[in-house]
């Protein structure tokens, strides 16, 4: 079965720093990853996804990560922090072991603050 | 193009009442998978759908929950008799035909937040 950690529920970074938000994930299968950004109150905006193309893969404001089968990894990183990119972070992987398309499996999300 | 659209944004029911929340797919979507995201946690599926068949509803609670994606309208998600603990914000997502662009990708609506009184 299918299952992501998220490590550190809180992350705080100053304006201008590496942003670097942990997932681990488990697959029986050869995993699609996803990153998704929720700002308060609002739906999940996909940041990026892995599909089995390119292990290092560029997403929307910056955002990158790269997929590590060794490690069983792929960390969400952002040279420089902005303001604007405090949010609340979900990693997923896709369920497609059953036969449907396939639904995702979250996180329990990552806060990043972003200090001036 | 619009995105995933759903109503009502927030709604309160009082204990045994019922809740309608509906989601609006985006435009030539015809996969609509339904989340339920509890304070401090991560969204937890509950059903995928496709128009007139639900696909997988491994994630749906046995009593009082049922969802339906007519072939024509919005998919509807359906709580009977709420309780304290239905509270919690429930989110839709959709997703292309399979074969077509980004398939593999959900893309989110803004959700409906559910009090239960």
């Known amino acids: 079965a299918q299952s992501v950690t998220q490590l550190g529920s809180h992350v705080s970074v100053s304006e201008g720093a590496l942003v670097l938000l942990r997932c681990n994930y488990s697959s029986s299968v050869p995993p699609y990853l996803f990153w998704y950004v929720q700002y308060p109150n609002q739906g999940l905006q996909l940041l990026l996804k892995?599909?089995?193309?390119?292990?290092l893969v560029k997403g929307i404001n910056g955002f990158e990560a790269e997929f590590k089968k060794s490690e069983t990894s792929f960390h969400l990183t952002k040279p420089s922090a902005h303001m604007s990119d405090a949010a609340e972070y979900f990693c997923?992987?896709?369920?497609?072991?059953?036969?449907?398309?396939?639904?995702?499996?979250f996180g329990k999300g990552t806060k990043l603050s972003v200090k001036p | 193009n619009a995105g995933v659209m759903q109503n009502p944004r927030h709604l309160v029911r009082r204990r045994g009442q019922e809740a309608r929340l509906r989601c609006s797919p985006m435009k030539g979507h015809s996969h609509v998978y339904w989340y339920r995201q509890l304070p401090e946690e991560g969204l937890k599926f509950m059903v995928y759908l496709q128009k007139e068949n639900i696909i997988d509803e491994s994630g749906m609670p046995k009593e009082r929950f049922s969802a339906e994606f007519p072939k024509e309208g919005p998919s509807i998600l359906r709580i009977q008799q709420v309780v304290r603990g239905d509270s919690a914000a429930y989110f839709c997502?959709?997703?292309?035909?399979?074969?077509?662009?980004?398939?593999?990708?959900?893309?989110f609506g803004p959700g409906t937040r559910l009090t239960v009184l």
């Open positions: 997502a959709s997703s292309p035909l399979p074969g077509g662009a980004s398939t593999d990708t959900q893309y």
């Open positions: 997923a992987v896709s369920d497609r072991g059953g036969g449907s398309q396939g639904n995702l499996i």
């Open positions: 892995y599909t089995s193309a390119a292990t």
